[in-house]
């Protein structure tokens, strides 16, 4: 089997090259971040400039039997698009609708969608996690372009006899994670007394090999063709309990106190961080079951083997 995957020098996409190269399976591997095509071991590197509605992947396709579709236009920070939902539909919705017909075309077998658990919602209920059954409720520009995509997908399946598999991660984590995750790392390391303390919210995390290995199970099993799965490393834990687990495993230990959570939401309104104080102190659970259960599907790490592989690496790296 011959896999193609978008987005492949992405954090995520990274770290799947290099398992399906370890698993010996050909893989053709597209990003915008290699300017030349080149061989490596399984793996075959493809450059193109960008993923919207005139993207040509003929031969890109060509012999491919599962697309793994990673690519995408994230969050982007300070954007000043007027458009913002246009401007997410023009690569999430549009670029994916592009290559999702095309390799229908092109005779691939199966259509791997990463999309987000953000198309379930911003936040849960403590104690009631998300599951593939509760009604979309995408809560911004990013998360609604998303859900437009998947329901094109499942309208292209239907036209085209395409197989598509949606997956929806909470927050990935592992060595070299972008974003907020590692700046919470680089806060715990110049032990900045954090008003933590007192949260009692619960989240549910994804470590980055979790999420490839569930990944290449959905691009190969039966029984997921048809399905959307919620994934996780199937533990939730709460802001203050993710940062002595890190701290511990960096050897910076955290350093904690009490803070009224109304007084953190303020605070994060003025320093124009509300997204970020949001989530550290909020609930976003995820049930993932259903794929562990029809899938067979079981992660290879813990939580707590994640985290603490995640931290080590952050504090060799900072060596």
């Not at 193109?48 to 697309?67: A, K, M, P, Q, T």
């Not at 949606?166 to 994670?177: C, H, K, S, T």
């Not at 590692?182 to 954090?194: D, E, F, Q, S, V």
């Not at 003025?270 to 794929?291: E, M, N, T, Y």
Request: charged share 20%; hydrophobic share 40%.
């Amino acid at each position: 089997m011959t896999i193609l995957i978008t987005g492949a020098a992405g954090f995520v996409g990274q770290r799947l090259c290099a398992e399906l190269s370890a698993r010996r399976t050909p893989t053709v591997a597209v990003s915008r971040a290699k300017h030349h095509e080149n061989v490596s071991g399984y793996i075959t590197y493809k450059f193109l400039s960008n993923i919207d509605h005139s993207s040509n992947w003929e031969s890109y396709l060509d012999g491919v039997d599962v697309v793994i579709h990673l690519a995408a236009r994230a969050h982007v920070m300070n954007d000043i698009a007027k458009d913002k939902l246009g401007e997410f539909r023009k690569t999430n919705l549009l670029g994916t609708e592009n290559l999702a017909y095309q390799a229908a075309a092109a005779g691939v077998k199966r259509f791997v969608y990463v999309s987000s658990i953000g198309v379930n919602g911003l936040l849960s209920l403590r104690g009631e996690a998300f599951s593939e059954k509760d009604p979309p409720n995408p809560h911004n520009a990013y998360a609604q372009s998303k859900w437009e995509a998947e329901q094109s997908l499942w309208r292209i399946s239907q036209e085209t006899g395409l197989e598509v598999v949606i997956v929806r991660p909470p927050l990935v984590y592992g060595a070299d994670a972008p974003g907020n995750f590692k700046a919470l790392l680089g806060i715990l390391t110049k032990r900045m007394p954090l008003p933590f303390a007192s949260v009692q919210n619960l989240r549910s995390l994804v470590y980055v090999e979790n999420l490839v290995d569930a990944l290449i199970v959905c691009a190969n099993h039966p029984s997921a063709a048809g399905q959307t799965y919620l994934v996780s490393d199937g533990d939730s834990i709460s802001t203050p309990e993710l940062l002595r687990k890190l701290g511990v495993a960096m050897g910076r230990p955290a350093r904690l106190f009490s803070c009224p959570a109304r007084g953190l939401t303020i605070l994060g309104k003025l320093a124009g961080k509300s997204d970020q104080v949001q989530r550290l102190l909020s609930s976003l659970q995820v049930d993932s079951s259903k794929i562990r259960r029809e899938l067979n599907w079981k992660p290879p790490y813990t939580l707590q083997e994640g985290l603490k592989a995640t931290a080590e690496w952050y504090r060799i790296a900072q060596r």
